[in-house]
């Protein structure tokens, strides 16, 4: 197929060479514009613009698509279809209705569950046990279109975002090839269960131990590795990257050694990874030889 290719973060990279690795012909590649980046602030290209030169696909990124002319070119291509996954800007409905199959987006829940910006984060701090990837019809409503084909998975207790986040690539990248080969009928989605993934606030952030030991464990894990679940520790805040329920009792944030947990409302923590700001994240027996934790100090 002739197929226009929209997206930006490196979730979407896996899908662009699956789509390639397929023999699909990929007409262009749009992405976000290059942001400032790193210490230096200078103009840094998004994963998929990066991998898709290196592929010597041609390239575009409009900030909007409110000049004419850039809906001129994207009807110009004369795609089969339009690939979406987290390209990051809303389509209007030209666009939808360009290609001859219309966009289809990779979406990383199982909808009508978790529609909008943050499902795969949402998904593990509300304790999900499962989750997966939808290929979904593009329409005018947020993540509200008929679904072509869906692929499940469990989360496992330790999941963090990130680990979930990479294992749900991988799955859209194989689900989407295999739907471009059957094109099956699409189902409309039902109206139970519909709940939507807000963005992630960086307020949702720091942890509070008088919270049960279940919802502290699935807050770390959801917002690893960004923005990172965090606790101040004399001034300094301390990112919480990796963590498992544990036993422990005692007043909540309460800090116990062997292996280091801390008391939360119910139960305990057990924080597996942990990282100073400006500093490298650490497992926690490497962290606590250069940051002590003192036995029985209270986190507030």
């Given amino acids: 197929m002739r197929i226009i290719f929209m997206g930006t973060p490196d979730f979407s990279v896996p899908v662009l060479e699956a789509l390639v690795n397929a023999g699909h012909e990929i007409v262009c590649v749009y992405c ?52 979406v996954v987290a390209y990051g800007l809303i389509l209007p409905q030209v666009l939808l209705d360009a290609p001859r199959l219309g966009c289809l987006n990779i979406h990383a829940s199982l909808l009508p569950r978790w529609r909008g910006a943050a499902p795969i984060h949402r998904a593990i701090m509300a304790g999900d046990p499962q989750t997966g990837v939808c290929i979904m019809q593009m329409e005018a409503g947020l993540d509200t279109g008929p679904v072509l084909a869906r692929s499940k998975t469990d989360i496992t207790p330790e999941e963090t975002t ?35 993934a807000a963005k992630i ?65 119910d139960g305990a923590v057990e924080l597996l990874r942990l990282q100073r700001a400006g500093k490298a994240a650490q497992d926690a027996t490497v962290f606590t030889h250069g940051c002590p934790l003192p036995e029985g100090a209270i986190l507030r």
């Avoid at 990124?61 to 001129?72: C, L």
């Fill in 162 to 196: 990130l680990a979930l986040h990479d294992r749900l690539s991988q799955m859209g990248a194989a689900l989407i090839v295999k739907t471009l080969a059957d094109l099956p009928p699409a189902t409309p989605q039902g109206a139970d269960g519909v709940c939507y």
């Fill in 201 to 265: 606030d960086k307020a949702e952030a720091r942890i509070d131990w008088h919270n049960p030991a279940r919802d502290i464990d699935r807050q770390i894990r959801g917002l690893s590795p960004f923005p990172g679940a965090w606790f101040d520790l004399d001034g300094a805040r301390i990112k919480v990257l990796g963590a498992r329920l544990a036993p422990g009792q005692g007043q909540p944030g309460q800090i116990l050694h062997a292996p280091l947990r801390v008391v939360c409302k």
């Fill in 32 to 83: 976000q514009p290059p942001r400032p980046a790193g210490r230096g602030k200078k103009d840094r290209a998004s994963p998929v613009q990066t991998r898709a030169e290196a592929l010597g696909l041609p390239v575009r990124h409009p900030r909007n698509f409110k000049d004419p002319s850039d809906i001129a070119a994207f009807e110009g291509l004369g795609a089969d279809v339009a690939v």
